[in-house]
């Protein structure tokens, strides 16, 4: 069991998820540098926060087009769970894995304070340890987090059961109060909150220890 | 292998709210501008290509546009493109 969590130039919770992982729940993790393709003998991938390339031109757009996504589309394509959080959602909506765009916040302000979510798991492996419907807190920390689609793919989203964490107050103005969502297989996961940063006690709660731990469960 | 010189105007779509440009339209009514209904924010991007035809440059330049310099889910692009000769006065 092992994971891989990409590093781009300006990712900044690389450490955080490793300390998750390794510090918290015990499985050991693999960093995977932007120019590596080589995914061979892990579980699954975690691409998670920060800026990566600077999020020069647009958020994840750039990121988009490193080696290291190609080798995790192809993983994800072939059913391997991909975690994308914050920035990693960001890079998941470039990478076409999952519709739609995160876009500026609604009042500007970059939010950094813990958000209660609604989780809504439907066929989302990552969130098969929550139940239906259950009222979790993970932090938000992000300055470009608006969900935005065209109303179709909104319609097809609510439809699937793709939309898969709800804010409860929704704090940026996303559109249907989207926090998190799925794909149609239910093996890729782009959300804002930060689940790793919920899985140690010392820094407060620990909603975030199910979804990292049923994935690999 | 002629240079042509070109423009890309990258906007907002008109259904995607824009809270820059609405932050920014509220500060030009504090500079004394009244009336002003819209602001939109959008990025301009000059290009200069090599390409053994125009017809070359324009494809290159509208799928650039479409992949990467604009999201087609939140952001509409235009494409200008001026004539070698004119790039090169400019």
Redesign the interface.
Known sequence: MSVGVVVFPGSNCDRDVRWALEGCLGVPTRFLWHEESDLSGLDAVVIPGGFSYGDY??CG?IARFAPVLAAVQSFARGGGPVLGICNGFQVL??LGLL???L??????HFLCEPTALQVLPGQCRWLQGYGAGETITLPIAHGEG?Y???PNQLQELEQNGQIVLRYGQNPN?SMADVAGLTNAAGNVLGLMPHPERACDPVTGGIDGRRLLETVLG | MPLYQARVLVSLRPSVLDPAGEATRAAASRLGVTGLQTLRIGKAIELQLEAPDRATALSQLEHLSDRLLANPVIEDWQLEILDPAQGQQA
């Open positions: 031109l647009r757009a909506t470039e519709p739609g765009a876009t500026r916040n609604a009042k500007l608006r935005q689609c065209d103005g």
